[in-house]
């Protein structure tokens, strides 16, 4: 930025400011040819599409029935993620011209914010331990374990609601806490490095779900399967337009908004979080200045794992009411989608939140796409993996798109390697 | 330069590590010999046999079961495992590492004639030596490759950390191949080529884009599980014969597999043990005692001191990603090898518990092999001590090898050191 003078930037037309290195645009671009990666996924697995194109020299029409087959294919299946993540035009036309059906109408839109929610909470956990050079690949870990911190609370203290929904969310972020605290003890103490720990904490984790759920206290009575008690209806984040329009969208969005303000204000405003800012961009100046690094990383993993609890348990809260072995395992975690929302967000909370709304649509876009075509979900991880590969490399991104240089950026390096 | 580096200025003297790791294995001696040993009654027996479970494999010299009494062997063995602990506290030996190993190969022992004490609860009740030995050398392997994989990559100054993507990939690839062309020759070659791909792509956006090596890697992984799960139910699930998952053959190794115990465990395996232990000592005379080992050193140590001698410190990255690539997907061909069908997520994290070991080897092939050894036991019996009904539940059991693995990283082994340049990308001056 130091090179443009500022007469140049604002006479910067927005068509040269479209082709400059944005992060905006970069991220842009990186889901456009996300997508592109994921049609090419689906034309090479489809075995019509493929069909279609062995025949291509057979007859003369050949070649433009196969391009119209592989467009169908590939139109057909993200029309259905979609009208499944977003609105389906009919069912909009249909509500808007008749004035009814308003709920089904809503539905994927519900739904989106429904996923996005806890998604965002992770997300900004992920984020804050990025920008103080800390790579939290637990959160997925830490929010189960905030999903059965909540669920305990939640079904076994008996209280009224303005006191047990804030006591069932704290349960949640000290679960968060109590699984981020080790990774971040050892880090510190013992220079263990964080990847490997709260990798490995997360199948911990995952085992610990099947043996709470499993064990006396947080069983469900009378059941032999491996699902928790529900929890009272004090505990629930209710639904925000009640139960009767059946959208499940509910007041968690509040939580993650209040998180959201909260992540700004302590990465913009707190003096904790400008050490943190400052130990992840420049450890010898840290250090230099004062601050303990052994705090800091302490409390870097407090607060990412706190989040990370507190999306698990708002997950629990707004949609089940209750753990089962399943719960955030395989398909369902939220841990590295986390990881791909906070480095397609840069690792800013504003940036964070549209990263997680686009990567909740795409995952239940994914479910509705397989239902209505038969690909599988995994289509969407697929997009998102791509998407962080690109977004994670700018420079490959600026080449291919031959877009201008703004600034030439130092390397800087979101984790470190195992040091000692 | 890193966050972990400044805290490490402040650390305590070496010493104090030495002892806490003594006194560690003074806790679990008088563990052994309080709980396994005193607390039985006098008149338990365990039994250990020594013949090969599986009945293909005729014991030439057939070895009478072993009965001992339960009490006083596990006794034994707990007062071993204090004396080493003592030796460790007061003479701080400048191998205390392999002296723990030694503590946790006598506590699983005491631990498995403990759980088949005779009138105990187990359903099964001897213990077969050799069954564990063969069951734990499988995973073992399979860890030595995603190491092996490590320390080429790690010698050169690129954190792998796709290793697991690669055993999903040589996994996957492994049992197509395998099934279509009943050939595990083809499989090897394709999973081969598909880790060397992925180690390529790593390379590519380290090297040339210099990416964050730790997060292309993850990404990978991700990429590779998502895939391979997708790809299991557009392909595998509809043509059920292309994941036939058929078993590599044991290839007996003549006169030398009739040696008991050894035998079964060393020398009758599948090519892919053969293959590994070729490359323990390839990697290991390379690295150590070659022009071209000496030169991986200085790129992974000092990169701007091996480009000033005339060594092209990006080729030299390029060609060892590439190559360890290449043995991790080998690994993975062998991991479906010896596990059978490939099913989405059944690598369940072993490739990141190869970089514990990578790690807790000291970045050497040897110590890496020693280290998968202990880890892969580790693994085989928290998998099937069910079977010993032992008073603990299954996913406490589950929980073990990853605790393991979290115990060595935390340096329970002692301050490592791994390659100074080590995930640092490097930029030409």
Same mark, same amino acid.
């Given at each position: ?17 479209? $082709? ?61 993620? $979609? ?27 519900? @739904? ?13 956990? !992920? ?93 469900? %009575? ?15 984040? %209710? ?35 400008? @050490? ?87 995952? !239940? ?40 240089? !703004? ?14 | ?8 200025? /402040? ?11 003594? +006194? ?107 069954? =564990? +030995? ?61 880790? /060397?791909?992925?180690? &390529? ?16 890697? =993850?990404?990978? =992984? ?52 053969? +293959? ?15 022009? &071209? ?15 000033? =001698? ?26 479906? /090898? ?24 000291? &970045? ?47 340096? +329970? ?6 390659? /100074? ?9």
């Amino acid at each position: 930025m130091s090179s443009l003078t500022p007469e140049t930037s604002v006479r910067r037309a927005w068509w040269r400011r479209l $082709f400059a290195q944005s992060p905006t645009v970069l991220a842009g671009l990186a889901i456009l040819l996300g997508f592109v990666v994921g049609a090419f996924v689906i034309i090479f697995t489809s075995p019509v599409v493929l069909r279609s194109w062995r025949h291509i020299f057979s007859s003369g029409g050949a070649i433009f029935s196969a391009l119209k087959i592989t467009a169908d294919n590939v139109g057909a299946a993200y029309r259905a993620m $979609f009208t499944g993540s977003v609105i389906s035009p009919n069912l909009l036309w249909h509500s808007l011209s008749t004035g009814h059906g308003w709920s089904t109408t809503l539905t994927p839109l519900s @739904e989106t914010l429904t996923y996005a929610t806890p998604l965002l909470i992770a997300s900004i956990g !992920v984020g804050i331990a990025f920008q103080t050079g800390i790579f939290n690949i637990g959160a997925n870990g830490q929010a189960i374990m905030g999903g059965i911190g909540g669920a305990a609370v939640g079904s076994m203290i008996h209280v009224p609601m303005g006191l047990h929904l804030p006591l069932t969310l704290l349960a949640g972020v000290l679960g968060g806490v109590v699984v981020g605290l080790v990774p971040g003890l050892l880090k510190a103490y013992t220079g263990a490095h964080e990847v490997i720990v709260t990798l490995m904490f997360n199948y911990v984790v995952a085992a610990f779900l099947i043996f709470a759920v499993l064990s006396t206290p947080l069983q469900q %009575p009378g059941q032999s399967n491996d699902i928790s008690r529900t929890i009272d209806g004090s505990a629930q984040l %209710p639904p925000l337009f009640g139960v009767a329009s059946g959208l499940r969208v509910s007041y968690g969005i509040f939580v993650a908004a209040a998180v959201v303000i909260f992540a700004w204000w302590f990465l913009e405003r707190s003096s904790l979080g400008f @050490e943190f800012r400052v130990t992840g961009q420049n450890p010898q100046a840290a250090r230099a200045s004062g601050i303990n690094a052994r705090f800091i990383i302490i409390a870097v993993f407090c607060v990412s794992g706190g989040l990370a609890g507190l999306a698990g348990t708002v997950q629990m809260q707004s949609t089940t009411h209750y753990v089962d072995g399943g719960f955030l395992i395989g398909n369902a975690g939220i841990g590295f989608t986390a990881i791909t929302v906070a480095l397609l967000g840069r690792n800013k909370p504003v940036g964070i939140m549209w990263g997680s709304i686009l990567f909740a649509a795409l995952g !239940v876009g994914g479910r509705a796409m397989q239902a209505a075509t038969g690909i599988p979900l995994d289509l969407a991880t697929i997009i998102q993996s791509f998407v962080v590969l690109l977004v994670a490399t700018p420079v490959m991104i600026t080449e291919i798109f031959r877009l201008r240089h !703004v600034s030439t950026q130092r390397i800087q390096l979101a984790t470190q390697g195992w040091g000692s | 330069m890193s966050v972990s580096t400044l805290v490490s200025t /402040a650390r305590p003297a070496r010493d104090r590590r030495t002892t806490t790791i003594g +006194l560690i294995m003074v806790a679990i001696g008088l563990f052994i010999t309080i709980a396994f040993g005193l607390m039985v009654p006098g008149w338990a027996h365990s039994q250990l046999t020594f013949d090969p479970i599986n009945s293909a494999v005729h014991a030439p010299w057939h070895l009478g079961a072993l009965t001992v009494v339960t009490r006083w062997s596990d006794v034994v063995l707990g007062l071993l495992a204090i004396a080493l602990g003592v030796e460790v506290v007061l003479r701080h030996p400048r191998r205390a590492l392999s002296r723990f190993g030694v503590t946790s190969v006598l506590f699983l022992l005491a631990l498995l004639l403990w759980s088949s004490r005779t009138s105990g609860p187990a359903s099964v009740n001897f213990v077969d030596l050799t069954a =564990v +030995l063969v069951g734990s050398s499988s995973l073992a392997m399979v860890l030595i490759y995603g190491s092996l994989s490590g320390v080429m990559c790690e010698r050169a100054g690129v954190v792998n950390i796709a290793i697991e993507g690669q055993f999903i990939v040589g996994a996957f690839l492994g049992s197509m191949i395998e099934s279509t062309t009943g050939n595990f020759w083809f499989a090897t070659l394709a999973g081969a080529l598909a880790g /060397a791909l992925l180690g &390529w792509v790593l390379a590519f956006l380290a090297l040339r884009y210099m990416s964050d090596q730790i997060i292309v890697g =993850v990404v990978i =992984v991700t990429l590779m599980s998502s895939l391979s799960s997708y790809l299991n139910l557009q392909v595998l699930t509809p043509y059920p014969q292309y994941n036939l998952g058929n078993l590599a053959p044991n290839v007996a190794i003549p006169l030398l597999y009739k040696i008991p115990v050894l035998g079964p465990v060393l020398f009758n395996q599948t090519g892919f043990f053969y +293959l590994a232990v070729a490359l323990i000592a390839l990697v290991s005379f390379g690295l150590f005692r070659t022009r &071209w080992g000496l030169r991986v050193r200085a790129v992974g140590e000092h990169p701007k001191a091996a480009e000033s =001698v005339g060594i092209n410190v990006v080729a030299t990255r390029y060609r060892n990603v590439v190559l360890g690539g290449a043995i991790a997907g080998i690994g993975g061909v062998a991991f479906m /090898a010896t596990q059978g069908q490939f099913q989405p997520g059944y690598t369940s994290g072993f490739g990141y518990i190869a970089l514990a070991a990578l790690i807790f080897g000291r &970045w050497t092939p040897s110590g890496a092999v020693v280290a998968s050894v202990l880890f892969g036991i580790s693994s085989y019996l928290a998998n099937n001590l069910q079977s010993y009904s032992i008073p603990v539940s299954t996913e406490v059991l589950n929980m073990f090898p990853y605790l393991i693995t979290i115990a060595v990283v935390a340096g +329970l082994i002692g301050r490592v050191r791994p390659p /100074a340049a080590d995930g640092i990308p490097y930029q030409r001056s």
